[in-house]
């Protein structure tokens, strides 16, 4: 297995843990409504997504992929992501909290395709 393809399906992995851990903060924070006050709650996602991040960045400097490409709308697409998901968890009102909870699967869902079909901008 090359290193692009161990990187690649590492990068994938934490793609998942990511997604798995924003569903249980999100089950915590808007079903049982209590705070994140778990360690592995506050502390893991900071772990896994800077994993994720350093994968994706060393992905894509063995690609070499312009950012004004598909890998440009990706990082927007994340951008919106984490501050969706950002403003969900820190938000008072319950319904609004879930709608935008909502939309930061919405986001990861569109990064997600658009990593998987590279779409021609």
């Known amino acids: ?13 934490l793609a998942l843990i990511s997604l798995l851990g924003f569903g249980l903060r999100g089950y915590v924070r808007l079903v ?5 006050s778990a360690p592995m709650l506050k502390i893991g996602p900071h772990v896994s997504d800077t994993l ?4 994706g960045v060393a992905l894509w400097l063995l690609n070499g992929v312009p950012v004004w490409s598909w890998f440009g709308a990706k990082l927007l697409l994340i951008a919106a992501y984490v501050y969706t998901g950002v403003l969900a968890f820190r938000t008072v009102e319950p ?3 879930v709608s935008l909870y909502a939309g930061a699967l919405v986001l990861f869902l569109a990064v997600v395709v658009v990593s998987v079909f590279k779409p021609v901008l």
């Not at 297995?1 to 992995?13: A, F, Q």
């Not at 049982?32 to 994140?36: A, E, H, T, V, Y």
């Open 52 to 55: 994720l991040l350093a994968t």
């Open 95 to 97: 319904q609004r909290a």
């Open 1 to 13: 297995m090359s290193i692009y393809e161990l990187l690649k399906n590492l990068h994938i992995v």
């Open 32 to 36: 049982q409504q209590r705070p994140l």
